[in-house]
Every structure is written in structure tokens, then in C-alpha cells.
């Protein structure tokens, strides 16, 4: 069951989980206070919703074993809304009988969902089931969903994630957090199998000559940055976006958008399609908060005060890519 949760997508892969064993019949997850990300996520909301997707991967894995899972939120209480969720308890989880669940017809695609971050194919639009599926979805956890696919709106969000991109590369301590979670080809990825996988030959080919030095932050005209942003391109490529957004900003909100946003990449992997989160323009670092408010007014959130809280570009990879690393079981364990 854990095997299968630490699958979940979660940002910068920091795998920020822990799964407390050490009480009979009962599994407490954990947010590990040392896999957090103070600078881009400030508040860990990005971080709990990681937790969010561990959880729903959890219960669906229970479920293939006909186990149902009680899942109770924060049982000592949420993190203030402006801490980090350092050691948070973020759900006990309480297994039932043999036989109390059916199984998710999702299960068969959690080895299979990945975060493809190649281009993805143009002029393909996305099957209308799975718009539907995603609503569905984010209606079950209490939360709103939308997709954007027309090309002037689609143009607008290609705009802001870019500039909030650029944003987050020239500031210098957002960018620091980044670089020092950078993993440079395979030796660097096998000796640390989290942070942000960089395996590219140009990118390896730039880092070997001293071209590309991830501390080296990168300033506005440069041409570091000019590289920095060339690499943005392809994230620009898509059949449109998938957002999703809460009435509110709690913390169990933030776990539900988690859940959600786990079983609309599941159903985008059954559909064969892709989901490629970019999660910039949403962070709460003061100087992302023109790109922030630009974001949730063009996709009409503004006015009523919801939180976005993800926005993922979905389509068609043009490259298949194979399963980003991660930590062992073992690791995450606590007996
Ligand atoms: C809350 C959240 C925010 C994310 N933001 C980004 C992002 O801004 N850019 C990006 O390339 N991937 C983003 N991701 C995807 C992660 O990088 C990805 O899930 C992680 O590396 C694990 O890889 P996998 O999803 O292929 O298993 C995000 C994922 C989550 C859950």
C-alpha cells in the first residue's frame, strides 16, 4: 500500500512523507520537516498537497486489497495557516476488514502516471469524457476544476507562467532553493533519488564544460537566464490547462486538492494523455503576487476570493519518459 504512495506526484519530487508505523493497526503519515520548501512554498501548501496525493494513492492501494481506509485529517490539530507544516501529523489512517472496499479501476494506472515534462503534441485536442472526469472529481473533494483550451486564453496563461517562471529564476533565494536540489545526470540522481532530476545531454553537456553552474543565479539579461528560459519552451506546448481551486485556503483543503489532483492525472494516464503541473504563478513569495492575482483573474477566481490551487499544462508528450526516481520504502518508514 505505501509502496504504491510514494508514487505520488509532490513538488520538486521532495517525497515529503513519512509513514509512522509504530502504533498497532494504524498508520500516521507524517509531513517530514526536513523535505519542505520554505522559499517557493513558504506556507507548505505545495508540500501538503504532495501529502494529499501520498494519502489518495494509499486508499486506492488499500482498496485493490478490498481494505477500506478510514482517513482522519490532522488528528493533532492543522498547522496555523502561515507556518510550515514541519512534523505536521497530516492524517491517521485506520484500516478496515478484509472485504470493506471495492477496488478503483484507477489502481492499474498508478505505475504507470508520470510528470512528463517533454513538448506535448500541438493541435490535439483533449478527449471530452475526461474534461468531465476531471470536474467530476474536483466536485467529490469539495473543489473547483476547470480546463482552458481556447487559444487567447491558453495565450494569456502562457504569458503570466512564463513571466512568474522568469520571476522565480532572477530572485535569488527562490532560485538557490532550486539549484541545491538539482540533480545533475545519472551519478548525482542514484546518490540523491529526489529534488529535480536534470538529465538531459545539453543540460549535462552545459554543466560538464561549466557553462551551466545551478548556483550561479541568473540576472535579468544575461545570457544564463536567455539558456535558463530556453528551457521553458516546452512547457508552453499543450492541448490546454487543467486548474483546480478551493473555496478557501485551509489546510484540508490543501490535502483535498492533493487527493484530487492525484486522480485527474490517474484518469489523464488512462486516457493516455499527460499532465505536467507549473506551479510558479501560484507560489506566496511576495514578488510572485503580480503573476498570482493576474492568474486567478484570468481564470475568473479573482472576484470571489478562491485559491488556485493547481494549474498543470495537459496533453500529448511528444517523447515517452520513464518514471522519475525515488526514495526506498525503507526510508519512509518509521518501526
Ligand atoms: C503541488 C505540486 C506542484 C508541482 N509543481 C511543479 C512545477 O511547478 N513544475 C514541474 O515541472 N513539476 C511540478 N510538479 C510535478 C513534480 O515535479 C513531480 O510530481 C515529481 O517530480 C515526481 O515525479 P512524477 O510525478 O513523475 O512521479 C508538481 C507536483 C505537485 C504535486
Known amino acids: 500500500m505505501l509502496a504504491h504512495a510514494l508514487l505520488a506526484p509532490n513538488p520538486h519530487n521532495r517525497q515529503p512523507w513519512i509513514a509512522d508505523l509504530r502504533e498497532a493497526g494504524r498508520i500516521h503519515l507524517i509531513c517530514d520537516g526536513e523535505r519542505l520548501l520554505p522559499e517557493t512554498d513558504p506556507f507548505g501548501r505545495q508540500i501538503l498537497i504532495g501529502c494529499g496525493a501520498f494519502l489518495e494513492l494509499a486508499v486506492i492501494a488499500a482498496a485493490q486489497r478490498r481494505v477500506s481506509v478510514r482517513v482522519d485529517l490532522f488528528p493533532g490539530g492543522a498547522p496555523a495557516d502561515q507556518d510550515l507544516p514541519k512534523g505536521s501529523r497530516v492524517a491517521t489512517l485506520l484500516l478496515g476488514e478484509p472485504g470493506s472496499a471495492a477496488a478503483d479501476p484507477l489502481f492499474a494506472q498508478i505505475v504507470r502516471r508520470h510528470t512528463r515534462k517533454t513538448a506535448y503534441a500541438g493541435g490535439r485536442a483533449l478527449p471530452g469524457t475526461l474534461l468531465g472526469s476531471w470536474n467530476d472529481t474536483a466536485s467529490h473533494f469539495g473543489l473547483r476544476g476547470g480546463t482552458v483550451a481556447t487559444e487567447a486564453a491558453m495565450g494569456t496563461i502562457r504569458r503570466i507562467t512564463r513571466e512568474a517562471y522568469e520571476i522565480e529564476a532572477t530572485t535569488a533565494r527562490t532560485w538557490l532553493e532550486s539549484a541545491r536540489l538539482m540533480r545533475i545526470g545519472p551519478g548525482a540522481i542514484a546518490a540523491n533519488p529526489d529534488g529535480i532530476s536534470l538529465n538531459s545531454p545539453t543540460v549535462r553537456a552545459f554543466h ?116 522519475s526516481p525515488r526514495r526506498s520504502l525503507e526510508s519512509v518508514l518509521r518501526t
Open 208 to 323: 560538464a564544460v561549466g557553462l551551466f553552474d545551478p548556483m550561479v543565479v541568473p540576472t535579468k539579461g544575461s545570457s544564463s537566464l536567455q539558456r535558463v528560459m530556453e528551457r521553458w519552451a516546452p512547457f508552453e506546448t499543450a492541448s490546454g490547462f487543467f486548474w483546480l481551486a478551493s473555496a478557501d485556503n485551509t489546510r484540508p483543503a490543501q490535502v483535498a486538492s492533493g487527493r484530487a489532483y492525484v486522480r485527474a492525472h490517474l484518469l489523464a494516464t488512462a486516457a493516455d494523455a499527460d499532465m505536467h503541473p507549473l506551479s510558479q504563478a501560484l507560489q506566496e513569495f511576495p514578488e510572485m503576487r503580480g503573476p498570482r492575482e493576474a492568474l486567478r483573474n484570468a481564470l475568473g477566481l479573482g472576484a470571489e476570493g478562491a485559491t488556485l490551487q493547481m494549474l498543470s499544462r495537459v496533453g500529448f508528450a511528444t517523447e515517452p519518459r520513464g518514471p
